[in-house]
């Protein structure tokens, strides 16, 4: 055996390749990873669908109503406070909002009771939202 030639084994040829015990090592690893990346997707799915049950976009949808709402009571009570009396009609209210208001849940609008003032949204729950 010269120097800088590859060690021999028992039957006298120099080994190559990989052995069992490697090959099964790497398998345990792909297995343990492949288990973590698995559980991973299967939480993410659930946390999706989570969100998509509580509709956190609708909430905060009609959170920006409720506060277009409280900005025309608002308005009203300006409007009171000047003339005495609340507007006799809602087209009069739309003439006081400068610019109109905009409603983020599709369909919403809102109702006015000249007498009493009292402005309501019309959708004013998170799952018609």
């Known amino acids: 055996m010269r120097r800088g030639d590859p ?3 028992r039957t006298g040829l120099a080994q190559s390749g990989f052995g069992l015990v490697e090959v ?6 792909l297995a343990v990873v492949g288990t973590f990346v698995y559980q991973y997707f299967v939480s993410t799915t659930r946390t999706m669908e989570t969100i998509q049950q509580q509709k956190p976009m609708s909430a905060a949808r009609l959170a920006a109503d409720r506060a277009t709402v409280a900005a025309i009571r608002t ?3 300006l409007y009171f406070g000047q003339h005495g009396v609340y507007p006799p009609s809602k087209e009069v ?5 400068n610019p109109p208001p905009s409603f983020q849940c599709d369909g919403n609008d809102y109702r006015y ?3 009493t003032g009292l402005v309501t949204l019309v959708i004013d ?5």
């Open 113 to 115: 009771e000249p007498a």
């Open 7 to 9: 060690p021999l084994s």
């Open 93 to 97: 209210v739309a003439t006081l909002l």
């Open 75 to 77: 308005s009203l009570t």
């Open 125 to 129: 729950d998170v799952a018609r939202c």
């Open 24 to 29: 099964l090592v790497v398998a345990v690893i």
